[in-house]
Nanobody
Framework: QVQLVESGGGLVQAGDSLRLSCAAS????????MGWFRQAPGKEREFVAA????????YYADSVKGRFTISSDYAKNTMYLQMNSLKPEDTAVYYC????????????????????WGQGTQVTASS
C-alpha cells in the first residue's frame, strides 16, 4: 500500500507557473504507474498526465501538452507536475494517483486503473 500527499497548489495569474509535488510513503515509485488528474467545479475528474513505472514513458492530455511536464524523483519517492503558461481553464483540484497493476513501460489514463489517491491540492489561475 502507498500513501500520497500532494502539495504546491496556489493562486496565480494566467501565464504563471506552478510545480505540484506528490510525496509517496510505503512502496517505491518503481512499484506503481503514477498519474495526475484534476477536477474543476461542476465537472467530472479528468486525466492530466501519467508516467510509467520505469519513468521512461509519459503521456499528456491534449489540453496540457506542451505546457505541463510530469516527472519522478525515485530517490525522494516524489512525483512532480511542472505547470507552465497556466490558463484560467486549468483551475481545478489536482490529484495524484498510483496504479499497482501497471506494466513497467505502461502509462494509464483512466481513473479506474488507479487504486490509491491523494487528498488533492487546489490550483487557481486567474485572468
Amino acid at each position: 500500500q502507498v500513501q500520497l500527499v500532494e502539495s504546491g497548489g496556489g493562486l496565480v495569474q494566467a501565464g504563471d507557473s506552478l510545480r505540484l509535488s506528490c510525496a509517496a510513503s510505503g512502496r517505491t515509485f518503481t512499484t506503481y504507474g503514477m498519474g495526475w488528474f484534476r477536477q474543476a467545479p461542476g465537472k467530472e475528474r479528468e486525466f492530466v498526465a501519467a508516467i510509467s513505472r520505469s519513468g521512461g514513458t509519459t503521456y499528456y492530455a491534449d489540453s496540457v501538452k506542451g505546457r505541463f511536464t510530469i516527472s519522478s524523483d525515485y530517490a525522494k519517492n516524489t512525483m512532480y507536475l511542472q505547470m507552465n503558461s497556466l490558463k484560467p481553464e486549468d483551475t481545478a483540484v489536482y490529484y495524484c494517483a498510483a496504479a499497482p497493476r501497471s506494466g513497467w513501460a505502461t502509462v494509464l489514463t483512466r481513473e479506474h486503473e488507479y487504486d490509491y489517491w491523494g487528498q488533492g491540492t487546489q490550483v487557481t489561475a486567474s485572468s
